[in-house]
């Protein structure tokens, strides 16, 4: 079911594994300073790399690509980076934020994703800088109360629908 799982662990590193061909490539829940880095987590049912409940990640340099729903996930966690990691062709979204704040997010490719590049939902206080979102049906879309949230740098183009779309947000 999980290439990698990890639940309830503190001060933890995930570095150069292959997680491909599972339900979930890397699954981290309930989890304090975990660094994620340097992996293959593609090919995966759901997500390439999920972060659920957790503080303090570190998620670079990985390769979250062709899968299910999002390469890489982070939902209610918080005060995480997000950087230099490649998520392309996966069927919902490259890079999704959801109940989830004060992250910095940069120096990503999300391309080629089937619906988003960047999804944002009730999320707040994340910073984007110097990601390349391109060939995506909508590159960047932030919706349902997602607030305080920078976007500086950033390479967005050729996307079918909007550059950046914003729903329901501030």
Excluded: M, P
């Excluded at 309930?30 to 790399?49: C, E, L, P, V, Y």
């Excluded at 005060?79 to 999704?96: D, P, R």
């Excluded at 939902?121 to 800088?129: A, C, E, R, V």
Aim: net charge negative.
């Amino acid at each position: 079911q999980y290439g990698i799982r990890v639940n309830s662990s503190t001060n933890c590193t995930i570095s150069g594994n292959n997680a491909n061909n599972n339900v979930d490539g890397i699954d981290v829940f309930s989890s304090r300073n975990i660094t994620i880095t340097r992996n293959n987590a593609s090919n995966n049912d759901h997500r390439g790399i999920y972060l659920e409940s957790s503080q303090a990640g570190r998620i670079s340099e990985n390769i979250a690509n062709n899968n299910g729903w999002y390469g890489i996930n982070l939902y209610l966690s918080w005060n995480c980076l997000v950087s230099e990691n490649i998520a392309n062709n996966n069927y919902n979204h490259g890079l999704g934020f959801l109940d989830s704040g004060n992250c910095v997010v940069d120096e990503n490719n999300a391309c080629n994703n089937h619906w988003y590049g960047i999804w944002l939902d009730n999320s707040q206080n994340l910073t984007f800088s110097k990601n390349n979102v391109s060939n995506n049906f909508e590159g960047i879309s932030l919706q349902r109360s997602s607030k305080n949230c920078t976007f500086y740098g950033n390479n967005i183009t050729n996307n079918q629908g909007s550059g950046v779309r914003l729903y329901n947000t501030s």
